[in-house]
């Protein structure tokens, strides 16, 4: 199982930006995708989630900014960013649990990071 993430990029302080995640390979089921993110010297801190039926939480500091979606046909994650501001500056990265055949149990698989910096 592969994730990818993309739509990372610079910014301007109140622009938006649109993140992507897709997985590939042998997927059986998905029971959750979300965004994490890790600034310079921080720790990585959930920003997103959403579970497969919809079920859906933010971090404090992005709720009514950003919005998580999935396409489950797609096995895509994505996160709307909106009202950007530099403190949201980081390497942002996508997170799946799911298992890859029915006799798996579920496992959390990783992309590989999108940076994304917002100018002031």
């Known amino acids: 199982v592969q994730l990818q993430a993309s739509g990372g990029g610079l910014v301007q302080a109140g622009g938006s930006l649109r993140l992507s995640c897709a997985a590939s390979g042998s997927i059986f089921s998905i029971n959750a995708m979300g965004w994490y993110r890790q600034a310079p010297g921080k720790q990585r801190e959930l920003v997103a989630g959403i579970t497969t039926v919809g079920s859906t939480n933010y971090a404090d500091s992005v709720k009514g900014r950003f919005t998580i979606s999935s396409s489950n046909a797609k096995n895509t994650a994505y996160l709307q960013m909106n009202s950007l501001k530099p403190e949201d500056t980081a390497v942002y990265y996508c997170?799946?649990?799911?298992?890859?055949?029915?006799?798996?149990?579920?496992?959390?698989?990783w992309g590989q990071g999108t940076q994304v910096t917002v100018s002031s």
């Open positions: 997170k799946f649990n799911l298992r890859s055949t029915w006799r798996d149990p579920y496992y959390d698989y």
